[in-house]
């Protein structure tokens, strides 16, 4: 896993504009492996999960494949669940082709069912019940996954990329039903070269296509949804001298919904000591504006009307940041390193889902705005077995709109992230996690409690294949029920209100590894 920190919109499209996780596949390795696991919560959940790998001269491959079974759980006794019913397959084979020592073709294809049965806790179960509530969500998902790279000379190379997405959702509400099937597509081609001075340039062009047809039965207020997305892109790494590097970027994307965007990026480094960098950068981003969002999402599209695409324009933002990392080991046997940093986020006229006088809600732009700026501080120190790594994150998220300024719902404006860690010679492992949420604006006008998660997890090898583990998730049983109720109205029909904190409380899990 990859964290990608500030604006990448320029490589990555208008989406990064405040950075990314890029996540990083395994690939296989010279010598063939084997592994299993098994999981199982005291929430009677279960997990079953295999990875193969083996690679010879040629020829390459990886097999992934798991099941998933979640029960229904209602710790609160509320009469609804916390974990629904489900049942999830997924299977990820991948093929490597390795042309020559400089090529590699890469083919992989990853497809998901899944079956989420939520609501009232003896419904899911399976008993007769009057007049239940429930949601019912099934989902069947197929990726495709096709990747060239190849070195020209020593100094560039160029790389193809393509995937292909099926999606196909049924939702189910108790007299509503929302159905439909999603084909997305993504290509890309890149080209990297090097200068005999170091200047680094990467040239690309990608192709995003995106089609829904929503085929419930009232195709009047179908949220069919359709555009493509052509794009070019360059972007400069020039290193000034040992010390400064500078990088800039330029995208063109031809929208066509919305027409022609141009995107713009920079970031300067300055690494005056290896001990110290500092890095001053920001750029330009946008978003299409969709139907599927969490506010839609949270009515299951109940009266929800389509976007009409010539009432709209995207939502346009820009970001910006400073981040300062340095290491230093101020004893013998201890290491320590801090990251700073400070950004700033604006979102230009972003979509509101607003109810009308007719009973339906429809997503508006009312020219406001929603800006982010804050700070986040992680440290890390190491001392002989032990790990520890801290970080305060401080988010003030305000949306503006109508002359009116206010606080944005559900973000906790401070947050604390602190892991306690024992490593003993890749044998022993055991941590202690504590995260910290303050209170919370809610949609309603009121405002959440704050809240602490705290868990305790370990694993231990037994012998050089066989691991088991255990974990104590939630030990504080931190719960919203707790705090109050999460519905308002009769259990029939309930109206749920803003979920901030965790509903499924202490949850204890353990298991074992085999790796052979």
């Known amino acids: 896993m990859e964290v990608v920190k500030g604006s990448s919109s320029t490589l990555y499209g208008g989406g990064a504009i405040s950075g990314l996780v890029n996540l990083i596949s395994k690939t296989p390795e010279e010598e063939p492996e084997l592994s299993f696991m098994l999981n199982t919560t005291s929430a009677l959940g279960l997990d079953l999960s295999g990875f193969y790998a083996n690679k010879t001269n040629k020829v390459g491959t990886t097999v992934f494949a798991s099941y998933n079974l979640g029960t229904p759980y209602d710790p609160a006794n509320i009469g609804l669940t916390a974990i629904p019913e489900f049942n999830r397959l997924t299977f990820n084979p991948k093929l490597f082709w390795y042309l020559n020592q400089k090529t590699t073709l890469r083919f992989g294809m990853n497809t998901i069912w899944e079956n989420r049965l939520g609501g009232n806790i003896d419904y899911a179960k399976g008993d007769n019940v009057v007049n239940p509530y429930f949601e019912s969500n099934e989902t069947q998902r197929i990726s495709t996954q096709f990747q060239l790279n190849s070195d020209l000379t020593e100094h560039s ?84 001298d040992k010390s400064v590097s500078l990088e800039t970027g330029l995208r063109t994307d031809f929208h066509s919904d919305y027409g022609t965007v141009i995107l713009l990026r920079t970031s300067l480094l300055y690494q005056p000591t290896s001990a110290l960098t500092m890095r001053l950068g920001g750029g330009l981003g946008y978003k299409t504006p969709s139907v599927f969002t969490e506010d839609a999402e949270r009515r299951q599209f109940v009266d929800v009307l389509p976007i009409n695409t010539s009432d709209t324009d995207l939502e346009r933002s820009l970001g910006c940041n400073f981040d300062l990392n340095y290491r230093w080991n101020p004893f013998s046997g201890v290491s320590m390193s801090i990251n700073t940093l400070l950004f700033y986020t604006k979102i230009n006229a972003p979509m509101t889902l607003i109810l009308g006088n007719n ?57 604390l992230n602190n892991v306690l860690m024992l490593e003993k010679e890749e044998n022993l492992w055991v941590g202690l996690e504590a995260y910290y949420y303050s209170p919370q604006q809610l949609s309603n006008g009121d405002v959440g409690q704050s809240f602490w998660i705290v868990g305790l997890m370990s694993e231990k090898k037994l012998g050089d294949k066989f691991s088991v583990f255990l974990n104590f998730e939630n030990f504080l049983d931190t719960r919203q029920t707790r705090f109050g109720a999460i519905y308002s109205g009769n259990i029939t029909s309930p109206q749920f209100l803003d979920i901030y904190a965790p509903v499924d409380g202490f949850v204890v899990n353990g298991g074992f590894k085999l790796k052979l």
């Open 359 to 415: 009973g339906f809600y429809s997503f508006q732009q009312n020219g406001g705005y929603v800006d982010t700026q804050g700070i986040e501080v992680n440290l890390k120190i190491k001392y002989g077995d032990f790990k520890l790594f801290t970080g305060y994150t401080k988010a003030d998220v305000k949306q503006y709109e109508n002359g009116l300024v206010s606080n944005f719902p559900l973000v906790a404006k401070h947050r």
């Open 157 to 240: 190379r160029f790389e193809i990329k393509n995937s292909f997405n099926f999606y196909d959702r049924s939702i189910q509400i108790p007299e509503f039903s929302c159905t439909g099937y999603q084909r997305s597509s993504f290509s890309e081609f890149n080209f990297l070269t090097t200068t005999k001075k170091g200047v680094e340039w990467i040239l690309g062009a990608n192709l995003w296509t995106e089609y829904f047809n929503d085929t419930g039965n009232n195709q009047v207020l179908a949220l069919d949804q359709s555009y493509q997305i052509v794009g070019l892109f360059a972007q400069n790494l020039w290193k000034l």
